[in-house]
């Protein structure tokens, strides 16, 4: 199991909310951070910490791509699928 900090696993799960599209810096801080004024490096930190626990390598991504100047983009696929009835009563 990898254990990732509380603002580490936000990032993730807002890039991993809107699979596919680019989200800029500006509006990852806004949504992690929330009224807190924290400079980029913070969300670069994170990025790093995301990158290491899933194995993924920034210069053939296969989870967070980074778009230079603009921001991130969850770059994996992934299907949801509902908890498997057995062992339910």
């Known amino acids: 199991m990898v254990s990732l900090r509380p603002k ?28 807190t004024h924290v400079s980029t490096a913070a ?16 210069t053939t991504p296969q989870f967070i791509e980074t778009r230079p100047r603009q921001g991130y983009r969850f770059v994996a696929s992934f299907t949801a699928t509902a908890p498997s009835a057995q062992g339910a009563t």
């Open 43 to 58: 969300l670069k930190v994170c990025i790093r910490e995301i990158r290491r626990a899933l194995g993924d390598n920034p």
């Open 8 to 35: 580490s696993l936000a990032v993730l799960r807002y890039l991993a909310e809107h699979p596919g599209r680019l989200i800029a810096r500006k509006e990852l801080l806004n949504a992690v951070w929330l009224d």
